[in-house]
């Protein structure tokens, strides 16, 4: 299952978000425990359909639950043109979503070296972006495993939207190694097969350093060989050798014949299994009008891929290390 209808549960979820500290950012860690505690609470079929694609995934890489209790537009505030977000901003509906059903997951996670540490993200358009940034709107922001070079990397990004573009117009691409696989020969399975290869790095991890080059190593297939995890990243992703760019090269193509396409709209979640899947956003045109463009993004960890070693929290906050 790929999509989940969740409208039929608006008032149980509305319910489970009053039981949450109405001002998260205060207290995060309290806030991230209230949700861990009304996550177990989730409507039975719900709450299994999240707990079987956490234990094995599935085949698209992704589940969307759509019908999310959302505000009204009027009701919302503007859309945020600054990051993060005040600490004293009321709790919205899409982030009590992504706090409950991230808890159901893992562990929300802070980068200290992305958007100081936050563990909540607005996603929102900015005049100017880096052409890498999830503040980028009229280009295509490239497919990328989210911080796929990182050895903290997260299990799960997880993209809750209080507004759509005004056209309606942006999509989520999201690409799934298990669509991908059969359109990949045997031959080129076995060279991306644990394989190193160079990958530079996210502009918040460059240490301020305008281009430290190539500093992670990146695995594009490894784990299981019959069922391999993915590290790929359109833009960062640097092969030298000519054998290793030819088979990144049959990657790509067969990662963008299986892509599927998310138009996310109020009330929606989409989770991104980011350890099986290379995601994207296609262009579209901000008006600048206060009613731009507006998702919320969490990070996950669970204990898949020694993500975790014991101990942790969820709100923790972690530093960069580069895979290697
Ligand atoms: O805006 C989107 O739909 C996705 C942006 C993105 O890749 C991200 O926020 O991680
Ligand atoms: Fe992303």
């Not at 929300?108 to 880096?130: C, F, I, K, M, Q």
Request: charge should be negative; aromatic fraction near 6%.
């Amino acid at each position: 299952m790929t999509v989940i209808d969740c409208s039929e549960y608006s008032a149980h979820l509305l319910g489970l978000t009053t039981r949450l500290p109405q001002i998260p950012r205060k207290d995060l860690y309290g806030f991230l425990d209230a949700a861990g505690e009304a996550a177990a609470d989730l409507p039975e079929d719900l709450g299994a359909a999240l707990d079987d694609f956490n234990a094995g995934g599935n085949h698209a890489g992704y589940l969307l639950l759509r019908g999310l209790p959302v505000e009204r537009d009027d009701d919302l505030p503007d859309t945020p043109t600054s990051t993060p977000a005040p600490v004293d901003r009321p709790l919205q509906r899409m982030e009590a979503m992504l706090g409950i059903v991230g808890r159901r997951l893992g562990l929300h996670t802070g980068y200290r070296e992305l958007r100081s540490g936050s563990v909540y993200h607005d996603v929102y358009p900015s005049p100017g972006a880096h052409h890498l940034s999830s503040e980028t709107s009229e280009t295509l922001l490239e497919f990328h495993t989210e911080m796929a070079y990182h050895v903290l990397q997260p299990n799960y990004v997880m993209l809750a939207c209080s507004r759509a573009d005004h056209e309606r117009k942006a999509a989520t691409l999201v690409s799934s190694i298990r669509r991908a696989l059969p359109l990949i020969p045997d031959e080129v399975r076995s060279h991306l097969y644990e394989r190193p290869m160079p990958c530079c790095v996210d502009v918040a991890f460059r240490g301020g350093v305008e281009d430290p080059g190539a500093i992670a190593d990146v695995r594009p297939f490894y784990g299981d060989p019959q069922d391999p995890l993915l590290g790929y990243d359109r833009e960062l992703l640097a092969p030298r050798e000519p054998a290793d760019v030819e088979a990144v090269s049959v990657l790509s193509k067969a990662l963008d014949e299986v892509s599927e396409s998310v138009r996310l709209t109020p009330g929606d979640m989409v989770i991104i299994d980011n350890f099986r899947t290379t995601h994207a956003r296609t262009p579209f045109s901000p008006r600048w009008d206060g009613k731009d463009r507006w998702l919320h993004r969490v990070y996950i960890r669970t204990d898949r891929g020694g993500q975790l070693s014991g101990g942790e929290r969820a709100g923790d906050v972690v530093d960069f290390a580069p895979r290697r």
